[in-house]
Structure formats: C-alpha cells, structure tokens
C-alpha cells in the first residue's frame, strides 16, 4: 500500500515537474513571440520612420484594392483626404476624373497601382492630378507584392512630384530656346574651328557663305571659304591664337561663298578649348553693306574736295581776271586809240591791229576761264552747243601739246538746247581731256563734231531717247582705246584707267551724270589700237535762243559831260581819252570819294557816271547809291572784271543802267553809252 502511495506521489511529482517545464516552454514561447511581436512592431516603426522620410511618395493597397498604407510625402503630394477612403471602388467611383492626361481624362483602371493588382509593373512618366483645387504632375510607378504561394496580396504606388522638374525643364528650354537665337544671330556668324575644321558653326554664319543650312559646313576645311591671298594672312593668325602667343585677333579678309562670288568679311576670334584641344571660336560679320557705304562716302569726300577745289580755283581766277583785265583794259584801249592816230595806208597801223588781237584772243581766253570755275550756276537755259564748243576748242588749243591736232567741225547756226553751260564746258573739257591722255605719248587727231539729227523710232537704240531732234556732240581721238570690259565699266564711280596721281575715277561718272540731267544720252565707242569715239546726244530746245550774226554799227559819240572812275591811273587816264575821241567832255578820278565831292559839288554838271566796281574805300555799288541819293535820275554805267555779286541778272535791281565786263573794247563802251543815254 505504502509502495503504491510512493509509486503514486513520484508520478504525480513527475507530472508536475513536466507542467512546469510546459510552463516554461510555454513562457520562453511567449516571451520569443513578445519579442518577435515587439521586433516587428519596432521594424514595422523603422519602416514607417524609413518610408516617411522618403522624399518619394509610397502608396499600398491590398488586393481588394483597399488603401492599406501610404507614407508622409504621399500624404503631403496628394493630401489626406485622398486617402481616407477605403475601397478602391469608392476611390474609382470618386476619383475617376482626378486623374488626366495631358489631352484626354485618364481612366482610374489604367492606374499603375491597379494595374499592379493585375500582374502588371508599369510606369506613367507624366500625368497630371486634380485633387479639388490642387493640380500635381507626378511620375508614378505601380509595383505588384506576391505572397509565398505566388499570389498577389499587395499593390504599391511609387510616385513623386515632378513640379521641380518640369519648372527646371521648363527654365532649361527657355534658356536653350534664348540661347539658341542668340547663336542663331541673324546679324552675325558664330563658328568653331579647330585644326582648320569647321566644327560648329550657327545658321547666320552658313547664310553669309551660301548655305541653306549650317550642317553642310560641319568638317569642311575653313581655307575652301576663303581666297587664296586671304587664306595666308589667315592661317597665320589662327597658328598664333592656337599656339597660345596671342589669345584674340580682329581682322578682315574676302570670304568666298557656295556661288563662288567673294565678299568683305571682319572676324574676331579667340582660343577655346574644344574637346580637350586647342580651338578657334571666332564671330564672323559680312561687311560688305559697310564696304559698299565707305565707297560711297569716299565718293561724296572726293566730290567735295573736287567742288572745294573748284570753288578755289573760282576764287583764284576771279582775282588774276580783275587784275588781268585792267592790264588788258589798258593794253585794248590804247591800241585802239593808237590806231585811231595812225592813217590806214601806215604799216604800223597793221602790226597795231594785230596786237589788238591778240589782245582780244586774250580777253576770249580769260572769259572760258571764268566760264569754266563760275560756281553756283545751275539752271538750264537755251544755249548754242557751237558756242561752248568753240570756246573749249580755244582754251584746248593753249594747253595740250601740239602733237596732239584738234580738228573742230561744230558749224555756225543750229539750233539750241537747253543746257546749262559750265556743265556742258565741263563734259567737253573731261572728254578731251582724257583723250589727250590717250595720245599723251605718241600724238594724234582729236577731233569735236557738231550736227543736228533727227532720231525716229527705229533709229533709237537707247531706251533712255525718245523720238525727235537732237544735237549731236562728237568727241573722237586716235589713242590707245579700250577694251570692252573696260567700256563697261567707265561711267564708275572710281574706276579710273590711269595711274595712281593722275585722277579720281570721278569725271566720267560726273559726264554722266551731268548728260543724264539733260535729258540726253551718251554713248561711247572703242576698240584697243583703234581710239575711242563719245557721242552726247542732247534734245533740241523749241525755245528760241535770239543770237545772230553781229550786225555791223558804226561807232557812235556824243556831247554829253561824264564823269569817268577808275582807281588805276592808266585806265583813268585811257577811258578819259577814249571817251573825248567820241565827243564826249570828260572828267576823270583815280578816287571813288574824290569823285563823289566832285559829283557832290556840282550834280547837274554831269549826264553820265561811268565807275569801276572794285575800288578802295568806296566800291561802284556804293558810289552809285551815294550819286543817287542825290540825284536818282542820274545814268550810270558799271565796270568789272569779276564779280559773283554783280552780273548782267541783277544789276537793274543795285540801281545801275547798264553793266560792262572788262577789259573795255572802245566800240562795246560807246554802243552801251549811247543806249543809255538815248533811253534817257
């Protein structure tokens, strides 16, 4: 019995001792499972902690489609209203029009993340979502979750906002677009080159040289858009800017385009590192408006400094023609005097005559010079071509050489045209002018041809001609002549066959230019060896230009009393007695005030003044306001050898009745006394 109650208290012991180690299983189990529990609670905390701190937002559903978790950025992208929602139908069937496209609504089925329930691991790069007022771009991925047995028990949105992004491509663009026209530069070419290899280059740059687009100039060698003679002072300068001597050049050199035609082109250029290597990186500008604009500007500097330079010799001549003409005054008046004294069968009265002549050939002479440098006169009047040619025959004959002949043929009596007259001395005189450099060496035949033609439709070759009657100018010498592209290129500004020195380029564009304001035409032919041939073809005038042969009058005198003025003694002296061989009772004074206080003194003792204009202390304008102030009936007469304020136009306005250029001829002085005095 006692054994039994042992044997029963071991078993129980026993059974107890293994409750207690099941007990201590059973603790150790939950004590490993409150660890574990706490391990993931502290893992599922990290996680938490971990995908709250992405900047990228994260957001899980299960498989059902409920909102299951999403992180802190997901939250602050989207807001947390969206996520409160907690079926994905609710969530479909809410937001179906939050999500869009660019153009079109996005469908909320084709979202990555309920894509990802379906297998799919897809990626939108770029949509738009409207939550209430809020519009975020965003990239979003969707990702499936599988379990053990393959199932899919989860899907998960990655997304983020690409605000930023599409800002800084936004900026980048702007800045690529700005940076592009600036390349782009329609005024200026932008290129790189390097080992004399277009490398880049900007559109600009292709359309100076010829090309449609700037592809066709990448890799060809810059030596092929240059001449030869340019490409030398060129190569030299990009081998001392890539070899580092010197770091920038400005320079410029004729370019040559994809027609083959060459053009003025300015650089500026630099050194760059291109690729790891030494590069040029140069601004290229078409100069050749700028080219064409100083041309232009030289031409207008030349045409003043030629109109200066007229205006000085103008000044000039008129000085030495007052002078020159008092000396002929005297040199005419008392050799017609003299063969006044001297009866007609006397040889002297011969050689007189002839100095007389040359006297006259003298006064001719002095007036063409005159004629030539008179500046200021511009209006077109009825002119006899005859005249102007005659008097630049003369003045041609006393200055080229005599191995050159001038044979004129202008004739005597053609009609007029309307012209102005220095002008049209002034295309004589260049035309012949360079025919005698023509024949400057060897002599020839310079011949001036005048006749009127009648021009009718299929006579005109020139459209710039219309039908009618012409006056036909022709220049013509036996010189070296020209070539046809130089023909074609005479009526020029600046181009000029003569060495450098001897002229502008200039005079036979102004001839040109000056036949063209005429209403006429001017054409020229030549041939190398065989001279050269002008013909100037200007419109007759149906104005009349009153000019006759010069009626012979006998010279005429009178008993009216003059007071006669000259400051130079001889030519008081000698008008005083020209003027008693007339008839006339004279008294003569050296001194325009001298003679005002003889006027003065006695007003009704004279019928007639006759005064120099340039005078010292009183000019003739002057005296002749002083006489008329006191007597304004009083008749007087005007001498001058040059004058640009006093001429045959405006003298009846200054208060005087006749006007008489120097030097004085006895009969010119006698004919314009008795007419005014007869008018009297």
């Given amino acids: 019995m006692t054994r039994n109650k042992e044997s029963s208290r071991e078993e129980l012991l026993s059974r107890l001792k293994e409750l207690q180690q099941q007990v201590s299983k059973l603790e150790t189990v939950e004590t490993k499972?409150?660890?574990?529990?706490?391990?993931?609670?502290?893992?599922?905390?990290?996680?938490?902690?971990?995908?709250?701190?992405?900047?990228?937002?994260?957001?899980?559903?299960?498989?059902?489609?409920?909102?299951?978790?999403?992180?802190?950025?997901?939250?602050?992208?989207?807001?947390?209203?969206?996520?409160?929602?907690?079926?994905?139908?609710?969530?479909?069937?809410?937001?179906?029009?939050?999500?869009?496209?660019?153009?079109?609504e996005y469908p909320m089925q084709k979202m990555p993340i309920f894509r990802a329930l379906k297998g799919d691991r897809s990626t939108i790069d770029d949509i738009e979502v409207h939550f209430g007022d809020k519009v975020v771009p965003l990239e979003i991925t969707g990702v499936p979750v599988y379990g053990k047995d393959g199932e899919i028990t989860h899907g998960i949105s990655i997304f983020f906002d690409i605000s930023k992004r599409k800002q800084s491509r936004k900026a980048r663009k702007a800045s690529d677009d700005k940076y592009k026209r600036l390349i782009d530069n329609p005024l200026v070419g932008i290129y790189i080159a390097q080992k004399h290899i277009i490398k880049f280059c900007n559109q600009r740059f292709a359309e100076i040289f010829g090309y449609e687009n700037s592809d066709e100039l990448i890799g060809k060698p810059m030596r092929?858009?240059?001449?030869?003679?340019?490409?030398?002072?060129?190569?030299?300068?990009?081998?001392?800017?890539?070899?580092?001597?010197?770091?920038?050049?400005?320079?410029?050199?004729?370019?040559?385009?994809?027609?083959?035609?060459?053009?003025?082109?300015?650089?500026?250029?630099?050194?760059?590192?291109?690729?790891?290597?030494?590069?040029?990186?140069?601004?290229?500008?078409?100069?050749?408006?700028?080219?064409?604009?100083?041309?232009?500007?030289?031409?207008?500097?030349?045409?003043?400094?030629?109109?200066?330079?007229?205006?000085?010799?103008?000044?000039?001549?008129?000085?030495?023609?007052?002078?020159?003409?008092?000396?002929?005054?005297?040199?005419?008046?008392?050799?017609?005097?003299?063969?006044?004294?001297?009866?007609?069968?006397?040889?002297?009265?011969?050689?007189?005559?002839?100095?007389?002549?040359?006297?006259?050939?003298?006064?001719?002479?002095?007036?063409?010079?005159?004629?030539?440098?008179?500046?200021?006169?511009?209006?077109?009047?009825?002119?006899?071509?005859?005249?102007?040619?005659?008097?630049?025959?003369?003045?041609?004959?006393?200055?080229?050489?005599?191995?050159?002949?001038?044979?004129?043929?202008?004739?005597?009596?053609?009609?007029?045209?309307?012209?102005?007259?220095?002008?049209?001395?002034?295309?004589?005189?260049?035309?012949?002018?360079n025919a005698a450099h023509a024949m400057r060496e060897k002599g020839g035949l310079l011949e001036i041809a005048l006749k009127e033609i009648k021009l009718d439709p299929d006579s005109i070759k020139s459209k710039e001609l219309t039908p009618g009657r012409y006056q036909q100018l022709t220049i013509s010498d036996t010189g070296h002549g020209m070539t046809p592209e130089t023909i074609s290129r005479i009526f020029e500004p600046y181009f000029t066959t003569k060495e450098k020195g001897e002229g502008t380029g200039m005079g036979l564009a102004v001839v040109h230019g000056i036949v063209k304001n005429h209403g006429g035409e001017l054409t020229v032919y030549s041939e190398p060896g065989k001279g050269t041939t002008f013909h100037i073809f200007l419109p007759i005038t149906h104005i009349e230009k009153t000019i006759g042969i010069e009626e012979i009058v006998p010279i005429q005198g009178g008993k009216e009393r003059v007071l006669f003025v000259d400051d130079e003694k001889n030519?008081?002296?000698?008008?005083?007695?020209?003027?008693?061989?007339?008839?006339?009772?004279?008294?003569?004074?050296?001194?325009?005030?001298?003679?005002?206080?003889?006027?003065?003194?006695?007003?009704?003792?004279?019928?007639?003044?006759?005064?120099?204009?340039?005078?010292?202390?009183?000019?003739?304008?002057?005296?002749?306001?002083?006489?008329?102030?006191?007597?304004?009936?009083?008749?007087?007469?005007?001498?001058?050898?040059?004058?640009?304020?006093?001429?045959?136009?405006?003298?009846?306005?200054?208060?005087?009745?006749?006007?008489?250029?120097?030097?004085?001829?006895?009969?010119?002085?006698?004919?314009?006394?008795?007419?005014?005095?007869?008018?009297?």
């Fill in 224 to 433: 092929e858009l240059v001449t030869k003679s340019s490409w030398k002072v060129m190569e030299k300068e990009v081998r001392l800017r890539e070899s580092g001597i010197r770091e920038t050049a400005n320079y410029e050199f004729r370019g040559v385009g994809k027609d083959k035609q060459t053009f003025d082109v300015e650089v500026l250029g630099n050194r760059i590192i291109y690729g790891g290597q030494p590069a040029i990186q140069g601004i290229l500008l078409d100069i050749t408006e700028r080219k064409l604009a100083d041309l232009e500007r030289q031409r207008l500097e030349d045409q003043l400094h030629q109109v200066q330079k007229m205006e000085a010799i103008g000044t000039l001549a008129g000085g030495i023609a007052h002078d020159f003409n008092n000396i002929l005054s005297a040199i005419i008046g008392y050799t017609e005097l003299a063969i006044s004294d001297v009866p007609e069968n006397i040889d002297i009265r011969h050689k007189l005559s002839q100095v007389l002549a040359a006297a006259d050939r003298a006064k001719e002479m002095v007036k063409q010079i005159l004629a030539f440098s008179r500046k200021g006169e511009k209006e077109q009047r009825p002119v006899l071509l005859s005249e102007i040619a005659n008097e630049s025959y003369n003045l041609l004959r006393s200055t080229l050489p005599t191995t050159i002949e001038i044979r004129p043929d202008v004739g005597q009596r053609l009609n007029p045209v309307m012209a102005n007259p220095t002008q049209i001395h002034q295309v004589i005189m260049n035309i012949c002018t």
């Fill in 571 to 680: 030519l008081a002296e000698m008008g005083k007695q020209m003027l008693e061989t007339l008839g006339y009772k004279v008294v003569s004074r050296t001194s325009s005030v001298e003679a005002l206080e003889a006027f003065r003194s006695g007003p009704g003792k004279f019928d007639l003044i006759i005064t120099d204009q340039t005078m010292p202390n009183m000019t003739g304008l002057r005296l002749s306001r002083e006489i008329r102030g006191i007597r304004a009936d009083m008749p007087i007469i005007l001498c001058t050898g040059f004058s640009e304020s006093v001429n045959e136009e405006n003298f009846r306005s200054l208060g005087i009745n006749a006007f008489v250029m120097k030097p004085i001829v006895r009969k010119d002085l006698s004919r314009v006394i008795r007419e005014v005095l007869d008018k009297k």
């Fill in 33 to 104: 499972y409150k660890e574990k529990k706490d391990s993931l609670q502290e893992n599922e905390r990290k996680l938490k902690q971990f995908l709250d701190a992405m900047p990228y937002g994260v957001f899980i559903v299960d498989k059902e489609g409920k909102p299951n978790f999403s992180n802190q950025a997901a939250r602050e992208i989207l807001g947390e209203e969206y996520f409160s929602y907690t079926s994905y139908e609710k969530l479909k069937e809410s937001h179906r029009s939050f999500f869009s496209g660019t153009h079109l």
